[in-house]
């Protein structure tokens, strides 16, 4: 089970008075890293894949290989698109199975960020996904000096939280209020007054980016104020590095050397951020993420038998590009016997994603015009695995 709702995540920690840690993994032995240090502290965590570092790994492969793990896991996790460039990406992070999704519109102006990020709460919401959205500007970039990347640092305004908040629905809102992304000399300077006028303004869980770097007594002021979740990615990529560089017995130990760093600091960060020992009473409270498999089981009409190859290369083109869906795949069955030789098999990643796709254009044009009309012997259920 262990993959949770996000929502449900961070609501219960902004409630309880706790952040939940989002550590960006580039590799798949950060991801174990991650959840390995998550399971040592019993703590619930968020796996994010950062779009800026997708040249450095298959997206795809790496969110399967995080879904995989995740599911083993004995602690809640979560599965994130973090710094998405687009509504395309959002899209394809939830069809690769992220749980949660932020399209990063903060370079924009308020009017132009609240557009764009109201269009991806709307296809995200449907879907049953929530969204964080970033008002303000955090410079720097994750893994890189931030004085390489000085940028043009601005705070968010509360008066402007709450209308974006209220604009665009999104679950959760990221904050500008004086960190940096990557790597600093010193500790960055917080107005936490602004910060504590923006948690009084909303309830939603709000999110600091830029993790890297603060004092334990930073981050408890962050939380007390409203913070419940906090994203780190520098940190762990410099004591990994630091543990490879060290390593002198061969590249399998090597791995397993950053694997053990990156995991203590996942253990030390969940502690101060005190999500640390929570593991069990979040999963008593959190819904459990239930991907969902539509299933319509069918015979191709005799006339239509000569260009089924054709109608279901078509439905599967089409289908794979409706919001929510995984996977859209036809097979056949193996028993020449069987009552129905042909199957539909469409993964959806909710409840909520079944019912969308129910009522989507796409999927309603296809079927009306191919499948209906030549494939009216059929059965059809959807079904969630326990
Ligand atoms: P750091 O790399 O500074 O910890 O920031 C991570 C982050 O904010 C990812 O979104």
Not at 187 to 208: C, K, S, T
Not at 213 to 241: C, H, M, P, W
Not at 319 to 338: C, F, M, S, T
Request: charged share 20%.
């Amino acid at each position: 089970m262990p993959l949770v709702e996000l929502k449900d995540m961070l609501q219960q920690a902004r409630a309880h008075g706790y952040a939940v840690g989002a550590y960006d993994a580039v590799d798949s032995h950060f991801v174990a890293a991650i959840l390995a240090g998550a399971e040592a502290a019993r703590a619930p965590v968020i796996v994010s894949f950062a779009e800026s570092h997708f040249s450095h790994y298959d997206f795809p492969a790496l969110v399967a290989c995080a879904e995989s793990l995740a599911r083993r896991a004995s602690v809640p996790v979560a599965l994130f698109l973090d710094h998405g460039a687009s509504m395309e990406s959002a899209v394809a992070a939830i069809r690769h199975g992220c749980n949660g999704v932020m399209v990063d519109a903060s370079h924009l102006d308020f009017e132009a960020n609240v557009a764009a990020t109201r269009e991806v709460v709307a296809m995200a919401h449907a879907v049953g996904v929530p969204v964080e959205g970033e008002l303000g500007y955090v410079p720097g970039v994750e893994g890189e000096d931030a004085e390489r990347h000085p940028g043009e640092m601005r705070l968010t305004s509360p008066e402007e939280a709450a209308a974006y908040v209220a604009a665009t629905s999104v679950d959760f809102l990221a904050v500008s209020v004086g960190t940096v992304h990557g790597r600093l000399r010193g500790e960055p300077r917080l107005d936490l007054e602004r910060l504590a006028a923006i948690g009084a303004a909303i309830e939603q869980p709000l999110v600091i980016h830029g993790g890297t770097g603060l004092s334990d007594e930073q981050f408890r002021a962050l939380i007390e104020r409203g913070v419940a979740k906090i994203n780190y990615y520098t940190a762990l990529a410099d004591l990994a590095a630091a543990a490879l560089a060290k390593a002198k017995s061969g590249y399998a130990a090597a791995l397993d050397a950053a694997r053990q760093a990156i995991a203590a600091e996942v253990v030390r960060t969940s502690q101060v951020f005190g999500a640390a020992g929570r593991a069990e009473e979040v999963l008593a409270a959190c819904r459990p993420w239930r991907n969902v498999e539509h299933v319509i089981l069918f015979n191709w009409s005799a006339e239509a038998a000569g260009r089924a190859a054709e109608f279901e290369r078509e439905g599967e083109a089409i289908l794979a590009e409706v919001p929510g869906v995984r996977e859209a795949v036809v097979g056949q069955a193996i028993h020449a016997d069987a009552r129905y030789q042909r199957a539909w098999l469409i993964r959806l990643a909710s409840p909520a994603a079944e019912a969308a796709y129910m009522q989507d254009a796409r999927h309603l044009e296809y079927a009306n015009r191919v499948f209906r009309p030549h494939a009216a012997d059929r059965i059809k259920g959807d079904y969630a695995r326990e």
